[in-house]
Each structure stands twice: as structure tokens, then as C-alpha cells.
Nanobody, 121 residues
Framework: QVQLVESGGGLVQAGGSLRLSCAAV????????MGWYRQAPGNQRELVAT???????NYAESVKGRFTISRDNAKNTVYLQMNSLKPEDTAIYYC???????????????WGQGTQVTVSS
């Protein structure tokens, strides 16, 4: 059984910062890609940023230069540092991890429960 436990969301004024964390807990053999996605009311879920096990990153154009994704492989944890936040960043942020639970099992994607980020103008 694997769970992704998120923390760090909240309410912040425009221009402020927040740091999201997501820890993968349970039976884990190897974690491949990890990432953050977000979904605003009335919109589809969209990619924010991803990071490979080797540290290569990918960002949505809308967050480049403002958000930074990182991970601690020893802790099975991924972070999202969000700076210069804008009202349009308001959404539920979801953590994602692609992993094997055992060396012989197939790779599977898991999702966190989501954490609300609200940016006031």
C-alpha cells in the first residue's frame, strides 16, 4: 500500500511564497518521476512541474522562473517552492509519483489527496 502525503498549502497574498511537500510512504522499491499538478475550479488538471529520479526538471510555461521543484530521494519526498505567487495560481495542487512497489511489479502512478493553494489579490 502506498500513500502520498501532502502538506504546505494555504492562503497567501499575491507576491508571496509557499512551499509544498509530498512524502511517499508505504511499500516502495523505486520511485521514478515525481511531480505536481493543479486543478482550478472549472478547469482540467494541468501539469505544474515534474522531476526525474536523476533530477531533470520540466515546468509549465506559466510557472517558469517562479516555481522550483526538487526532491529528496532518501526521504521519498518531492517539494514545490512557489514564489511570486499570482491569483491565477489558485488551485488544488496534487502530488504524483510513478513507482514500483517491488522490483518485479509494474510501474504505477499514484496521486496525493490534494492541497488547496489560494492567492489573494
Amino acid at each position: 500500500q502506498v500513500q502520498l502525503v501532502e502538506s504546505g498549502g494555504g492562503l497567501v497574498q499575491a507576491g508571496g511564497s509557499l512551499r509544498l511537500s509530498c512524502a511517499a510512504v508505504g511499500t516502495i522499491f523505486s520511485i521514478h518521476d515525481m511531480g505536481w499538478y493543479r486543478q482550478a475550479p472549472g478547469n482540467q488538471r494541468e501539469l505544474v512541474a515534474t522531476i526525474t529520479s536523476g533530477g531533470s526538471t520540466n515546468y509549465a510555461e506559466s510557472v517558469k522562473g517562479r516555481f522550483t521543484i526538487s526532491r529528496d530521494n532518501a526521504k521519498n519526498t518531492v517539494y514545490l517552492q512557489m514564489n511570486s505567487l499570482k491569483p491565477e495560481d489558485t488551485a488544488i495542487y496534487y502530488c504524483n509519483a510513478v513507482l514500483n512497489t517491488y522490483y518485479y511489479t509494474a510501474v504505477h502512478g499514484y496521486w496525493g489527496q490534494g492541497t488547496q493553494v489560494t492567492v489573494s489579490s
